[in-house]
């Protein structure tokens, strides 16, 4: 039997309050986001009030409480710097581009 995430980063911090940060990075790591089942369970282990650990997800720029999606797509600004890095983005993940676009990479 596999142990929940949640509760190997809690053993890992302790359910110290001060610690609440490291461990929502932590679980940010494990799970990309931090959907609200997590927040509750990390709520009801550290004994802090869930609108406490919402409050602290909701105002860093680093937590995310929506699902990203499946691919990570690089992009750049600029017309000059597009047109130089496209072809060698492109060569680096075809599968990603092809399946997104449904074409082939120029060559």
Not at 16 to 34: E, M, R
Not at 67 to 87: D, E, F, I, K
């Amino acid at each position: 039997m596999r142990a929940d995430p949640v509760e190997t980063i809690l053993k890992k911090y302790g359910e110290d309050p001060p610690q609440l940060i490291g461990v929502l990075q932590d679980l940010q790591g494990t799970y990309k986001y931090l959907s609200y089942d997590t927040l509750l369970q990390m709520s009801e282990k550290m004994q802090v009030p869930l609108s406490r650990i919402y409050s602290i997800a909701t105002f860093f720029k680093a937590f995310s409480l929506k699902p990203g999606g499946n691919a990570w797509l690089p992009y750049v600004w600029g017309p000059l710097v597009t047109s130089a890095r496209l072809p060698r983005l492109w060569m680096r993940s075809p599968g990603v581009w092809e399946s997104r676009l449904g074409r082939q990479p120029l060559a």
